[in-house]
């Protein structure tokens, strides 16, 4: 993964500026055709599966009052998982996102729905509606690359601290609802300007989350398990809360991983966008810069359909439903065009996420170059550049740089042979 502008060998170096705006007018006709033919089986959906994950939720709840017996735990835990997931996938986040705002419902609206979640949702349709849907994948622009917290190309310079970097995804991914309320306020910016200094906007907004958060907390932790008091449930109901809350958070944090990060997905210089980018141009950025997950239909409701990630990032408001009918119309139009349509199970994407967030947290070059026999030198070389200046480092980096194209270079000649 490095940024596309900078790659040996561009994966849309043979398309011609026609080519990208072709692609454009044919995925614009795509969309129309789903704009044109939204009608009753669509709303009923929607429908049909906030139903369910109420039903669900309160169901959960109410096994969850007798949870003191291990059994009545386990299904309500379950239970509660399940419809945490239901609401924040297939119905919150894709409500938001004004998927289902043609169906003039004020309860099933973009300006109306209030997900079960940290963050507020007027703080995360800025944050992704408009910020990531709009840079996406631009280094430097999209804070869904890495969270802000993550080094997540070659091109940035490596530095000691990003080796704890897989340790803060995954604290990252249990805790990940208030990971998205930190970077939906951008914390880390904000809390480095002087308290006198920060805008009335960034104070309204933390007040508006750290509230949202406290009514979240109460909910699950103080409400929930109050009721249970008399079956002698508290403690197991407010074990099954914390639970599903965690099993929410990592799901969810897996998802967006899957559809973001693994290997093959493509990042962009800020400096190489046009700034009058066309229509054309913005949709070829969002096929390249997004992956999908091949699996069952339970699998892509339970994703809330963002295992049609490349889809869903074309077409961010049609309706989440329609994706996997529009799904072979896309990849006949990347085949069409050359293009690599990114698709893995489940498993597969998720290994390959992970494997390149340990890979960035280490040198460039690090994980090509080493092996079994050569693991020593290879860890005191690390070591030296962790407790080196940034003079060695620099020096290091680039004798280890010039191996790994090197053992490459190798690699690819065998190949040819």
């Given at each position: 993964?490095?940024t596309i502008?900078?790659?040996?060998?561009?994966?849309?170096?043979?398309?011609?500026?026609?080519?990208?705006?072709?692609i454009?007018r044919e995925?614009?006709?795509?969309r129309?055709?789903?704009i044109?033919?939204?009608?009753a089986?669509?709303?009923?959906?929607?429908?049909g599966?906030?139903?369910?994950?109420?039903y669900?939720?309160?169901?959960?709840?109410?096994?969850l009052?007798?949870?003191?017996?291990?059994?009545?735990?386990?299904?309500?835990?379950a239970?509660?998982?399940?419809?945490?997931?239901?609401?924040?996938?297939?119905?919150?986040?894709n409500?938001?996102?004004g998927?289902?705002?043609?169906?003039?419902?004020?309860?099933?609206?973009?300006?109306?729905?209030?997900?079960?979640?940290?963050?507020?949702?007027?703080?995360?349709k800025?944050?992704?509606?408009?910020?990531h849907?709009?840079?996406?994948?631009?280094?430097?622009?999209?804070?869904?690359?890495?969270?802000?917290?993550?080094?997540?190309?070659?091109?940035?310079?490596w530095?000691?601290?990003?080796?704890?970097?897989?340790?803060?995804?995954?604290?990252n991914?249990c805790?990940?609802?208030?990971?998205?309320?930190?970077?939906?306020?951008?914390?880390?910016?904000?809390?480095?300007i002087?308290?006198?200094?920060r805008?009335?906007?960034?104070?309204r907004?933390?007040?508006?989350?750290?509230?949202?958060?406290?009514?979240?907390?109460?909910?699950?932790?103080v409400?929930h398990?109050?009721?249970a008091i008399?079956?002698?449930?508290?403690?197991?109901?407010?074990?099954?809360?914390?639970?599903a809350?965690?099993?929410?958070?990592?799901?969810?944090?897996?998802?967006?991983m899957?559809?973001?990060f693994?290997?093959?997905v493509?990042t962009?210089?800020?400096?190489?966008?046009?700034?009058?980018e066309?229509r054309?141009e913005?949709?070829?950025?969002?096929m390249?810069?997004?992956?999908?997950?091949?699996g069952?239909?339970?699998m892509?409701?339970?994703?809330?359909?963002?295992?049609?990630?490349i889809?869903?990032?074309?077409?961010?408001?049609?309706?989440?439903?329609?994706?996997?009918?529009?799904?072979?119309?896309v990849?006949?139009?990347?085949?069409r065009?050359?293009?690599?349509?990114?698709?893995r199970p489940?498993p597969?994407?998720?290994?390959?996420?992970?494997h390149?967030?340990v890979?960035?947290?280490?040198p460039?070059g690090f994980?090509e170059?080493?092996?079994?026999?050569?693991?020593?030198?290879?860890?005191?070389?690390?070591f030296?550049?962790?407790?080196?200046?940034?003079?060695?480092?620099?020096?290091?980096?680039?004798?280890?740089?010039q191996?790994?194209?090197?053992?490459?270079?190798?690699k690819d000649a065998?190949?040819?042979?």
């Open positions: 993964m490095t502008t900078k790659k040996a060998q561009s994966p849309i170096a043979h398309l011609t500026p026609e080519d990208v705006e072709e454009g995925l614009d006709r795509i129309q055709q789903v044109d033919s939204r009608g089986d669509d709303a009923a959906y929607i429908r599966m906030v139903k369910t994950q109420r669900l939720e309160l169901g959960s709840r109410a096994v009052l007798f949870s003191a017996l291990p059994p009545a735990w386990v299904v309500g835990t239970g509660l998982s399940v419809a945490k997931i239901l609401e924040n996938m297939e119905i919150g986040h409500v938001m996102h998927q289902w705002d043609w169906m003039r419902d004020p309860k099933i609206h973009s300006t109306t729905w209030e997900w079960d979640n940290a963050s507020t949702a007027e703080g995360w800025h944050s992704h509606n408009e910020v849907h709009t840079y996406t994948n631009i280094v430097g622009k999209d804070n869904d690359l890495g969270y802000g917290i993550m080094r997540v190309d070659e091109d940035q310079k530095v000691p601290a990003y080796l704890g970097q897989p340790i803060w995804n995954f604290v991914a805790f990940f609802e208030y990971g998205i309320a930190a970077y939906d306020l951008e914390l880390g910016k904000n809390l480095r002087p308290q006198e200094k805008s009335p906007e960034f104070t907004r933390a007040r508006n989350t750290l509230r949202k958060i406290r009514q979240q907390m109460t909910k699950d932790y409400v398990p109050a009721l008399p079956t002698g449930s508290f403690l197991p109901t407010l074990a099954a809360n914390f639970t809350n965690l099993v929410r958070n990592v799901w969810s944090h897996s998802v967006i899957c559809g973001h693994p290997e093959g493509e962009f210089e800020r400096a190489a966008i046009p700034e009058k066309t054309g913005w949709y070829l950025r969002q390249l810069g997004s992956a999908n997950i091949s069952s239909e339970a892509h409701v339970m994703t809330g359909n963002l295992s049609h990630q889809e869903h990032h074309l077409f961010p408001d049609l309706p989440s439903n329609r994706y996997k009918e529009v799904a072979p119309q990849k006949a139009l990347f085949d065009y050359g293009l690599t349509y990114l698709e489940l597969q994407q998720v290994y390959s996420a992970w390149k967030v890979r960035l947290s280490l460039n994980v170059t080493t092996t079994v026999k050569n693991a020593p030198q290879q860890l005191v070389k690390l030296k550049m962790v407790t080196g200046d940034r003079k060695t480092r620099r020096a290091l980096q680039a004798r280890m740089t191996e790994a194209r090197r053992a490459q270079a190798a065998r190949l040819a042979a």
